[in-house]
Nanobody, 121 residues
């Protein structure tokens, strides 16, 4: 059974940092792009960042550029999202995904269950 499991979410004050992890099991994703999306109640799930299978391409939403960094460790089948200088508007459920490296949800074949990130002002 293929699973993507996010961890590292929580409550942090504005200006703080969190590091999200997404561990995959059930198959290797070393040849898949990996992405992070986020969603708040009543809104569409939005693209945050993605990384190509060999990490030579990374893409970021404009809202997180310069603050978030995506990375991956193929030996651990894991992707990370380092989030710095967090803002209250970053509050959301964060989802990891495996598939391509695009901002379009349809490009991803596998999804995690999400982890809550809450940034207090």
């Amino acid at each position: 059974q293929v699973q993507l499991v996010e961890s590292g979410g929580g409550l942090v004050q504005a200006g703080g940092s969190l590091r999200l992890s997404c561990a995959a099991s059930g198959r290797t994703f070393s040849t898949y792009g990996r992405g992070w999306f986020r969603q708040t109640p009543g809104k569409e799930r939005e693209f945050v960042a993605c990384i190509s299978w060999n990490a030579d391409i990374t893409r970021y939403a404009d809202s997180v550029k310069g603050r978030f960094t995506i990375s991956r460790d193929n030996a651990k089948n894991t992707v990370y999202l380092q989030m710095n200088s967090l803002k209250p508007e970053d509050t959301a459920v964060y989802y990891c995904a495996a598939g391509g490296c695009r901002s379009v949800r349809a490009m991803y074949d596998y999804w995690g269950q999400g982890t809550q990130v809450t940034v207090s002002s």
